[in-house]
């Protein structure tokens, strides 16, 4: 059973710092999208950073709103996908959704419909 788990998030005032943790269980895909997904109230979910694990280069992927400030990594000993943010904005004040599919099903890696397993969410807000 594929299990992913996010912790990390909570408040923080702008410009300050989060990193969310995806730990994931159960997964056996080699090739695989790891993304980061947003909804704010709303607002459709939207993708935020991608990780392409199987890859020697470690290949990542953000969205034009967050690069600069977002970084994804993997953790693969423990099976963790991190989301470092910084600099955080309200406009950063979503739920937080990690993700994860197969790379070859198809779609680029921002296509939330694409996704077979999702998190639970957590909440990231940013007061100004």
């Known amino acids: 059973q594929v299990q992913l788990v996010e912790s990390g998030g909570g408040s923080v005032q702008t410009g300050g710092s989060l990193t969310l943790s995806c730990a994931v269980s159960?997964?056996?895909?080699?090739?695989?999208?790891m993304t980061w997904f947003r909804q704010a109230p709303g607002k459709e979910r939207e993708g935020v950073a991608t990780?392409?694990?199987?890859?020697?280069?470690?290949?990542?992927y953000y969205a034009d709103s967050v690069k600069g400030r977002f970084t994804i990594s993997l953790d693969n000993a423990k099976k963790t996908v991190f989301l470092q943010m910084n600099n955080l904005e309200p406009d950063d004040t979503a739920m937080y959704y990690c993700?994860?599919?197969?790379?070859?099903?198809?779609?680029?890696?921002?296509?939330?419909?694409?996704?077979?397993?999702w998190g639970q969410g957590i909440l990231v807000t940013v007061s100004s």
């Open positions: 159960g997964y056996t895909y080699t090739t695989n999208y």
């Open positions: 990780y392409v694990t199987g890859t020697s280069t470690g290949l990542t």
């Open positions: 993700a994860a599919r197969w790379v070859g099903s198809g779609g680029t890696w921002f296509d939330s419909s694409k996704y077979n397993y």
